[in-house]
């Protein structure tokens, strides 16, 4: 048997047995969130939190599956289109939102000044801004300071436009992004500096971020510090 073969196989095998096993889990987390938004209905706590958990967890799942398949079969998945970054901010806030609530984060949307459409995959792009939005409203309480908001915003710099999340916490630094994937697989706690948690959103997001060209960075905007990606404008739509 051609062992080179065998190596060269490994990756794909891991990736399509963990995307198996993602979905394995979507179904207990699935009924989960169904029998306990049944009994919400009667007595709201603790189900209700119950269920934002149980939701939560299957959106993070979701975003994981669409991050590998979009690796595996990107030419195929991959839909680049015009798309509004405010519209894409909002709806990740909306999906955000009881989260949020549940770690007791204000969330706010920042979207001042007007900006014309970027080429995105609009699916990708969101599932990439929840996953991040899910990591750091986990890490958020736990920090030395806690901040309790956190911010979707979006804004020029020379690039392009960037579209991220941000917050008073300084621990969103280059440094601490770049452990993290170095000690990523080998610990529990990769982002250390940043989470308690195995912050899971952040590297969900880089992948997905990955597949469609971009590269999720430290950014600033104003006086907060977060995770972003710079997107490219629509320069053909803009001259029309």
Known sequence: M?????????PILSERLLLAIAEQLKLPLLQIARQAELAAIISEPPYSAIQTSAETALRLLDNYVLGVRLAIESPLLLTVEPV????????????????????????????????????????????ALVSLGIALIEALPAAENPQLKLQLATHRCRYGIVAGLYSETKALTTQALSQGHRLLGSTRQPLTDLSHSAGAGVFVADAILRAMQLNLKVSRHHSLHGLGAVLQPNNQLQLV
Not at 2 to 7: E, N
């Open 84 to 127: 509004s970054v405010s519209s894409v901010l909002y709806d990740a806030a909306q999906e955000l939102m009881r989260h949020a609530k549940s770690y007791g984060i204000t969330l706010e949307l920042n979207v001042a000044g007007k900006f014309g459409p970027v080429m995105a995959n609009r699916q990708g792009l969101q599932a």
């Open 2 to 10: 051609d062992q080179s073969l065998d190596i060269a196989k490994a």
